[in-house]
């Protein structure tokens, strides 16, 4: 069985950093890209960062590029995300993703399985 | 970046009906184009693939069509369970980007 779990939210003050992991279970986690989503209270789904398989390839959103920093290491099976200068419109729920089928992000963009979410909240 | 346009933004139908979400894309993103469920106060869950393609596990209930800037999520008749926000999102091009959800209610 899949499973996928984060830690790592609570409360930081604005331009401060947290860094959030996923331990991953069930599957075989090198041969699969990982992404991580966002959710604000009682708003959509945002994508905020993805990896390869292997960890050799990154792609952020604009508006994430320079602040956020999506890591794995294979040997542990987790999945992190570091975050930096962390701003108000950064509280969300934050989801860590598992690619349906593929390794490589060119071929990614689907999620089969998410964890339960981790909340982080950025206020003073 | 693709826009994804949902509508309606809300329903609300009668256990046993058909309802229909539709999905629009800014540009043209072939097949492209997932569907996810999310109950309230849990993860999303994935629905279709590839725009036409049900999840395994996924009631049969459940179908989606269209390609290119079009398409449409229709659950053939409405369950109880099925109360959710229901989302697009087209993985054509990095950035991934979903639709603003689709509230489901139950009448």
């Known amino acids: 069985e899949v499973q996928l779990l984060e830690s790592g939210g609570g409360l930081v003050q604005p331009g401060g950093s947290l860094r959030l992991s996923c331990a991953a279970s069930?599957?075989?986690?090198?041969?699969?890209?990982m992404s991580w989503v966002r959710q604000a209270p009682g708003e959509g789904l945002v994508w905020v960062s993805v990896?390869?398989?292997?960890?050799?390839?990154?792609f952020y959103p604009d508006s994430e590029k320079g602040r956020f920093t999506i890591s794995r290491d294979n040997s542990k099976n987790t999945l992190y995300l570091q975050m930096n200068s962390l701003r108000a419109e950064d509280t969300a729920v934050y989801y860590c993703?598992?690619?349906?089928?593929?390794?490589?992000?060119?071929?990614?963009?689907?999620?089969?399985?998410w964890g339960q979410g981790t909340l982080v909240t950025v206020s003073s | 970046d693709i826009q994804m346009t949902q509508s309606p933004s809300s329903l609300s139908a009668s256990v046993g009906d058909r309802v229909t979400i539709t999905c629009r894309a800014s540009?043209?993103?072939?097949?492209?184009l997932n569907w996810y469920q999310q109950k309230p106060g849990k993860a999303p869950k994935l629905l279709i693939y590839?725009?036409?393609s049900l999840q395994s596990g996924v009631p049969s209930r459940f179908s989606a069509s269209g390609s290119g800037t079009d398409f449409t999520l229709t659950i053939s008749s409405l369950q109880p369970e099925d109360l959710a926000t229901y989302y697009c999102?087209?993985?054509?091009?990095?950035?991934?980007?979903f639709g603003q959800g689709t509230k489901v209610e139950i009448k």
């Open positions: 993703a598992k690619e349906r089928s593929s390794r490589d992000i060119a071929a990614a963009g689907t999620v089969d399985y």
């Open positions: 069930g599957f075989t986690f090198s041969s699969y890209a």
């Open positions: 990896i390869s398989g292997s960890g050799g390839s990154t």
């Open positions: 540009q043209s993103i072939s097949s492209y």
């Open positions: 590839t725009a036409s």
């Open positions: 999102q087209q993985s054509y091009s990095i950035p991934w980007t």
